[in-house]
């Protein structure tokens, strides 16, 4: 995944201003459509279906518990593959092979956390929306 890019760089930049753009964002997150970001659009489909923030956090904390039940019975192991890390600072390789996101989860923080799309009023969060890293 390109995290950040310059994208008039390919041909060579010479005199003048360049983008740095977001690969992520503009990949996957920002809807070409509405040429808006994609928890912009959640918002409007909580506003539109009365998909309150309680609502969504019940969700999140929910998927949460099936995530952990899941992973405690097994039911995982075979999606996870096993990575190789340099230690830092010259230290031993550290072998990641568990999803920490789940194991880290914590439905009282989640309940704290302020809407980032939209203010006031807002109801998607950090915490209950999809994480960067689901694969999906």
């Given at each position: 995944t390109l995290t950040h890019?310059?994208?008039?760089?390919?041909?060579?930049?010479?005199?003048g201003h360049s983008e740095?753009?977001?690969?992520?964002?503009k990949?996957?997150?920002?809807?070409?459509?509405?040429?808006?970001?994609?928890?912009?659009c959640?918002?409007?489909?909580?506003?539109?279906y009365g998909i309150t923030r309680e609502m969504q956090d019940a969700h999140a904390i929910a998927s949460h518990e099936r995530a952990r039940a899941a992973m405690a019975h097994g039911w995982t192991a075979r999606e996870i593959v096993p990575v190789t890390?340099?230690?830092?600072?010259?230290?031993?390789?550290?072998?990641?092979?568990?999803?920490?996101?789940?194991?880290?989860f914590n439905a009282d923080k989640l309940r704290?956390?302020?809407?980032?799309?939209?203010s006031p009023g807002g109801t998607v969060t950090a915490g209950n929306a999809s994480p960067v890293t689901d694969g999906a």
């Open positions: 890019g310059c994208v008039q760089a390919r041909g060579g930049l010479r005199i740095v753009v977001d690969g992520m964002v990949d996957g997150l920002w809807d070409p459509y509405s040429d808006v970001h994609m928890g912009s959640a918002e409007l489909c909580a506003a539109k890390l340099p230690g830092r600072h010259g230290g031993p390789p550290v072998v990641v092979e568990a999803d920490e996101g789940p194991s880290k704290k956390l302020k809407p980032v799309f939209k």
